[in-house]
């Protein structure tokens, strides 16, 4: 879990689709900053407003077994997910990014270096963050969102 805590630091902002001047693209790089600050700030109401109110949205981390179903597994794993890092201590930088917008769907995926700390401890590390978005009644939200972080034995 404290991997899933540093990971979804800044999961979304540093996440970004390709510029497009379109209303849409503007919509989902707000949800994006929505959901990066309000994790920042330990804002559990603010996480969950970005999520869509479906039984079948999920995120997903690296390893077996963490996966979160629903609004009530969401918000149980960014519970733990908060405490797992200082407040107001998540910054990044994505080296590379993409996405699309399709109709009334979106997906986004990003490689990105992250550092927050805990305890005043600074730390940092890699991800890769993917998500699908959905949009509904006119407004984004995130149907799914992963991210995977790379272990010491990649690439052997």
């Known amino acids: 879990m404290k991997f899933l805590a540093i990971v979804a630091i800044c999961l979304l902002s540093v996440v970004s689709v390709p510029a497009q001047k379109d209303a849409n693209l503007s919509q989902i790089m707000a949800l ?4 990066d600050e309000a994790l920042n700030q330990h ?3 603010g996480i969950m407003s970005v999520f869509a109110p479906s ?3 999920v995120v997903m981390g690296t390893g077996p077994g963490e996966r979160w179903q629903g609004k009530d597994e969401i918000r149980s794993a960014y519970t733990e997910i908060i405490k797992d890092f200082d407040k107001g201590t998540a910054t ?9 917008i399709v109709g009334a769907s979106a997906w986004i995926a990003s ?3 992250f550092s ?3 305890d005043g401890q600074k730390r940092e590390y890699e991800l890769n963050v993917s998500g699908v978005l959905r949009k509904i009644d006119g ?3 995130f149907q799914s969102l992963h991210y995977s972080n790379l272990t010491r034995n ?3």
């Open 55 to 57: 039984a079948k949205t």
């Open 32 to 35: 994006l900053q929505k959901h």
């Open 116 to 118: 927050d700390s805990k």
């Open 139 to 141: 407004k984004w939200y």
């Open 43 to 45: 804002n559990l109401d």
């Open 154 to 156: 990649a690439g052997n």
């Open 111 to 113: 490689m990105c270096k």
């Open 92 to 100: 990044h930088n994505c080296d590379w990014k993409t996405g699309e």
